[in-house]
């Protein structure tokens, strides 16, 4: 929509599997690259402010009482914290990706006209991806609504959107950010967005590990322990807050180890760790691949890096395992079946 110069709304986001009163995000933006949202929690008393003044990224927590700051420059997008035009991003990444429309006829929400469309996921995506419903405005277009189903057709998020307000006229000042009294200013730099991470031998690697590291008790002939890398979200003091769940769409606490295979300059790479349950199941919507059972666990089985490789993922009561290769499926579930 070019003729978009700010809007304003507040989104209310109900996830059936967390079974509390709904997460609210209460958003203004505006041309080219100002924002500000707050999120309330669904007990309201903790708040994540995220603010873009044209001159800086800012993202407030209450609960740790620290303050994320970037300055917004030339290499700005190797240090952004968020997309300011949160609208365009939710309805393009979330809603909208990888899915087909279909009118199925219209509604009156909150006094609206609204057409009712059902999204399903296109043919290359459609063993891994749910299908989902949105109302949108008949006069401008705008999304009211959103259901988001799971693979048994149950509603897993409902997403509301009230008191949409377009070009308005909201001044600069709007996004201004405020310290608030007594919290903590971190200015991150370039270290806090890299993930570099040290090779070490799985004996090194297990002072680092919470959790038992399984290994397999078969691989493809010539394949041979080479490394193994630890990755934690407790890294840097930002990466810990952005997987501290403080929004359903936020990422989630993850410990992970990842042991290397090698045959030459072939490579097996298996990723173990545990993750906190939450939006787990979303993260499949891009993905393509079929369900599998791997020892009576569900399980997938997906296409990376352009087909030229393959992922098996599975869960166990404790892990998620993910088995990373060029091999055939068969081959994969060979290695996989004889886990530890």
Not at 37 to 56: N, Q, R
Not at 331 to 337: D, F, Q, S
């Amino acid at each position: 929509m070019d003729s978009l110069e700010d809007y304003s709304f507040t989104m209310y986001v109900n996830s059936t599997s967390r079974q509390q009163n709904p997460e609210v995000h209460e958003v203004i933006w505006k041309k080219p690259d100002l924002m500000k949202m707050t999120i309330l929690s669904p007990d309201k008393d903790t708040e994540v402010i995220m603010a873009s003044d044209g001159d800086f990224q800012w993202i407030y927590s209450s609960e740790s009482r620290t303050v994320f700051k970037t300055e917004i420059s030339d290499d700005f997008n190797d240090l952004k914290l968020f997309e300011p035009d949160v609208y365009a991003e939710f309805l393009n990444g979330i809603i909208l990706n990888g899915k087909l429309p279909s009118l199925l006829g219209t509604e009156n929400i909150d006094g609206k006209n609204a057409y009712v469309l059902e999204l399903t996921p296109s043919e290359k995506n459609e063993s891994l991806q749910w299908k989902s419903k949105i109302w949108v405005d008949r006069e401008n277009w705008m999304l009211l609504r959103s259901e988001i189903y799971d693979n048994k057709e149950n509603i897993y998020l409902e997403i509301e959107i009230r008191d949409m307000k377009l070009n308005t006229g909201i001044p600069d000042s709007e996004f201004e950010f405020k310290v608030p009294d007594g919290a903590q200013v971190k200015v991150l730099g370039s270290e806090d967005f890299k993930n570099e991470t040290e090779k070490m031998t799985l004996e090194e690697a297990k002072q680092f590990i919470d959790f038992e590291i399984l290994t397999p008790e078969y691989l493809p002939e010539g394949y041979e322990f080479n490394y193994s890398m630890v990755s934690s979200s407790k890294d840097t003091p930002y990466s810990t807050f952005v997987h501290s769940g403080f929004s359903i769409f936020a990422g989630q606490h993850y410990e992970k180890i990842t042991l290397v295979y090698t045959k030459g300059n072939n490579e097996i790479r298996i990723i173990e760790g545990v993750s906190e349950k939450g939006l787990h199941e979303i993260q499949n919507f891009e993905s393509e691949g079929e369900y599998i059972q791997v020892n009576n666990m569900n399980g997938t089985i997906s296409p990376i890096f352009g087909g030229n490789m393959k992922a098996l993922t599975w869960e166990n009561e404790e892990l998620e395992v993910t088995i990373v290769s060029s091999f055939d499926k068969a081959e994969l579930l060979n290695i996989a079946k004889s886990f530890s």
